[in-house]
């Protein structure tokens, strides 16, 4: 974990030691506002030059170049994106994970509450990315981005997984429209949800679900343990901006690439 604040603060996961990676929180960019501090999404409508620093800075922070980092337009559906070459900022096609095995590309993905993954088969040289709520956890982007990984030589059982920080199960209330579908993609989806504090409402543990699709994939999986709802210092969330009432928000970046 890196705290000083005078830099881009991040996370790391046990299973990713040895390779640049990082589950960036909002502390140590230049923005303000909703959107302090290191807000990274560009389609946010924080000031496009505030968020190029800040995530020049988080390239910076893991050793990277800031021309390297590479992302996807994100819908919450299956796609993959495979690249061997650095994606313009902004200029990423509508997909929700991205894959590749060249060192100069840095993998990132944005969040404020769903699931960042970050894959890699370090024998392979092969690594990706992957933005997963419960829309596109149901709807098997996971499972995608391991078969994009596949493609490019990557091995499921010498792959590891590590979901960093996301809203978690003590926190997402949910309705009978996510429990249904939950329900209709998996008949023993009902593990996943504990009794809501309101009539007709559930606890969702989509972190759980998260892994336990990783895991019947033939992926080692870890976990994280931050919830982003509960620490307003360190994350944004899109579920505590909507129960504040709205308004802007930012997104934390998640990166990872192979060794130069």
Known sequence: ?????D?????????????PHGFFTRRGGVSTGRFASLNCSLSSADERES???NRARAMRALGRTPGSLSGVHQVHGAAV????????AGEGPRADAIVTNQPRVTLGVITADCGPVLFADLRAGVVGACHAGWRGALGGVLEATIEAMEGLGAKREGMVAALGPCIRQQSYEVGSNL???LLASDPEG???LAPGRRMGHWQFDMAGLILARLRAAGVAAEALPNDTLVDEARFFSHRRRTLE????????????????
């Open 51 to 53: 968020v190029m620093e």
């Open 245 to 260: 009432g709205g308004g802007p928000i930012g997104h934390q970046l998640s990166a990872i690439a192979l060794p130069a």
């Open 7 to 19: 830099k881009a603060e991040f996370l790391t996961a046990p299973s990713l030691r040895g390779l």
């Open 190 to 192: 009902e593990r996943f």
């Open 1 to 5: 974990m890196i705290l000083d604040l």
């Open 179 to 181: 429990r249904e579908a």
């Open 81 to 88: 994106v495979v690249t061997d070459e650095p994606i313009p």
